[in-house]
């Protein structure tokens, strides 16, 4: 895997991603369609190409028997390929057992229909490495696919990733006791816990060494501090936790994935301080929030100090999860931008359609976020909720702000609530409109704390025209 020298190397270079264009920045005081910033968005997330060359990695040694390690043959292959000026990493029919992988830079990992890489449950599997957990960077576990501050890199093709965690395995360390964790086990809570007070500390990240001992669960798919990533067609399947994680990336389109797993925590895509990112196609059936867009945690997240910014979402299906299009709450660094059209979202197991959680101590803003032509089934909860009193609540010294949401053309059927917002009185929600939609089967009025500039227009609500 990479090496601490290259990880130290590497440390101070998120600043340099804080330089974003200015044009979208302006976005914010636009008086016309803000969807017409879409169209520039899209034009800058083109996926990579890569060199017509295949290693197919039965070459190297690797064999679909679900039994033997093939660790060494997937890194033979790709290192072969990167000699060779980049190309394909071919992994055929069967079924091929594997520790953490490591993508190089003009490498296209291609999983064809008919295979599946089931990932070792043993940690020791999975050697340090320079990630982010829970929007604070450390040294802990290698992601299961994982790539550091490389450019043109990609995971396709039609065959599955299984993260081959379950209740027995990975996600007990949640301490749940519905899956596998019963009073005395280990647990990540002692590890979260330090980690976060290491933050809060300022101490450097290369001495906030977790992995070997510790319990705080790897990610399944991370770039980091990469440009230009491809993640398409594959199957995801059972990871420990978050299971698509791109942090601190330029340039990243995720398409027609199939992604699911029932354990906690397993976020679907989570684009973390990411610029120009596509989510389009992909079908959620999860643990936690299907979409989640992070920028980093409390203290951490302002020393990175990386917004996440110019989110496009489309076409997508969401099923079970906490949140369907979600922001936060590690959202410290701040996010603008987000666009999501043309999704689907039901489940009476999905809580919120459009879901943006922080807190006194996350602080940040988050700002333009527009939605148009949902189609929501059924939620549990509410279609649109901004809550400032996720988890910590008021107990903080950073303010969060929210400001100019906007959802038009969206159709539901069933949930408790349209509307489930929650300002502070020393920062209200700002600008939160809705427009030419209608919601039926709604159990209870809306909920609208501390909002300043709340706009319905042609909204029907169980067949009643709303008030302005």
């Known amino acids: 895997m990479t090496s601490r020298r290259a990880f130290l190397k590497g440390l101070a270079a998120s600043a340099a991603l804080s330089a974003y264009p200015a044009a979208a920045r302006r976005l914010a005081q636009s008086s016309g369609d803000p969807w017409r910033a879409l169209p520039a ?39 072969a390929c990167v000699r060779a000026g980049g190309g394909r990493v071919v992994v055929p029919a069967g079924e091929f057992a594997s520790g953490a992988i490591e993508l ?71 301490g749940r006791t519905d899956c596998g964790w019963t009073r005395g086990d280990a647990s990540q809570d002692e590890d979260r ?17 977790f992995g070997a001992g510790h319990f705080l669960r790897p990610q399944f798919i991370q770039p980091y501090r990469c440009a230009n990533v491809l993640i398409e067609g594959v199957r995801v399947i059972n990871s420990p936790m978050w299971q698509v994680h791109p942090v601190l990336c330029t340039n990243v389109t995720v398409k027609d994935l199939s992604i699911a797993a029932a354990g906690p925590n397993t976020d679907g895509c989570d684009p973390e301080s990411c610029r120009d990112v596509l989510i389009e196609s992909c079908s959620f059936d999860t643990g936690d929030d299907c979409i989640a867009i992070k920028a980093g945690r409390n203290a951490d997240g302002r020393r990175v100090n990386v917004p996440s910014e110019n ?28 666009f999501a059209e043309d999704c689907q979202l039901d489940s009476p197991e999905l809580d919120f359609a459009v879901r943006i959680k922080t807190n006194a101590r996350r602080g940040g803003t988050i700002e333009n976020v527009f939605a148009r032509r949902l189609r929501i089934g059924q939620v549990a909860k509410a279609a649109l909720t901004i809550d400032f009193y996720y988890e910590e609540g008021e107990h903080g010294g950073f303010t969060p702000v929210v400001r100019n949401v906007g959802l038009e053309e969206i159709t539901m059927q069933r949930a408790e609530y349209v509307l489930y917002l929650r300002g502070f009185a020393r920062s209200p929600i700002r600008g939160v409109s809705i427009a030419n939609s209608d919601f039926g089967a709604v159990a209870k009025p809306n909920v609208a704390e501390h909002v300043d500039g709340l706009s319905l227009d042609n909204v029907r609500i169980n067949g009643r025209l709303a008030a302005r």
């Not at 997330?45 to 679909?64: E, K, L, M, Q």
């Not at 830079?105 to 043993?122: C, K, M, N, Q, W």
């Not at 816990?193 to 060494?209: C, F, G, H, Y």
């Not at 999860?321 to 996010?335: A, F, K, P």
Request: glycine letters at 10%.
């Open 41 to 79: 968005i899209l034009a800058r997330i083109t996926p990579p190409s890569f060199a017509p060359r295949d290693f197919d990695v039965t070459t190297f040694g690797a064999r679909g028997d679900n039994e033997k390690d093939n660790t060494a043959a997937f890194r033979d292959a790709i290192a």
């Open 104 to 174: 190089k830079s003009g490498v296209d990992l291609h999983v064809a229909e008919g295979a599946t890489i089931r990932f070792a449950r043993d940690a020791s599997r999975y050697p340090l490495v320079l990630t982010r957990w829970e929007g604070t960077e450390l040294m802990n576990y290698s992601p299961f696919v994982y790539a550091f501050e490389q450019t043109n890199v990609a995971v396709t093709g039609r065959g599955t990733l299984d993260g081959n965690a379950d209740c027995a395995h990975w996600w007990p360390w949640k």
């Open 193 to 209: 816990n330090r980690l976060m007070e290491m933050a809060e500390r300022s101490v450097p990240v290369a001495q906030r060494i």
């Open 311 to 338: 989110i496009v979402i489309r076409k997508c299906r969401m099923k079970n999860g906490h949140g369907g299009v979600t922001i936060g709450s590690e959202c410290s660094g701040g996010t603008r931008n987000v």
